[in-house]
């Protein structure tokens, strides 16, 4: 059951709306898959096979049928008519399918770009935050750095030792 929409509210920068109101409203959403519906069967070759079917019969009957019993005779006028009306309703519908998915393109479009600038922010954070930690690293003595420099202190440490000895040995 469809909610009925909902009325106006009268507002006090526009004018009161007032005689006969000829535009119903109408939920363009549902005319709109609607629309995408009739272009998906119509687009299809289901359809296709289906309505060259309906036109091969209709010729045949029209063609072989006794005369009597026949509805469109040759130039098959009422044929054209009937081919006519369904095309001048599947095109526009077919167009506003065409418009709708479009639209969603053009959505998933802006999404895709959004997602693709976070992305690329996220990148660029992730690559100076790596810049910064080899920066960070290579200020940081490593363990073999350590060791030298323990090694050469205890060098030294036992050149002064060796000559401390050296000196405390002189009965001088």
Do not use: C
């Not at 007032?18 to 549902?30: A, I, M, N």
């Not at 363990?143 to 440490?157: F, K, M």
Request: zero cysteines; a neutral charge; hydrophobic letters at 45%.
């Amino acid at each position: 059951m469809a909610k009925p929409a909902p009325r106006r509210q009268s507002r006090l920068d526009q004018p009161l709306e007032r005689g006969l109101q000829l535009r119903g409203s109408y939920d363009p959403e549902v005319f709109g898959r609607l629309s995408e519906r009739v272009a998906r069967r119509i687009g299809s070759w289901a359809f296709i096979a289906w309505m060259s079917v309906v036109v091969v019969s209709w010729v045949a009957w029209n063609s072989f049928a006794p005369i009597q019993w026949r509805v469109d005779p040759f130039p098959f006028i009422f044929l054209t008519l009937l081919l006519s009306l369904q095309a001048s309703y599947a095109a526009p519908l077919i167009l506003l399918a065409q418009y709708r998915q479009a639209d969603r393109d053009r959505v998933q479009y802006q999404e895709d770009r959004a997602r693709t600038d976070r992305l690329l922010a996220d990148s660029d954070y992730l690559a100076r935050e790596i810049a910064a930690l080899r920066l960070a690293i290579g200020e940081v003595a490593t363990r073999d750095y350590v060791h030298g420099e323990i090694r050469d202190l205890l060098a030294d440490l036992t050149q002064k030792l060796d000559r401390a000895n050296a000196h405390s040995d002189d009965p001088a």
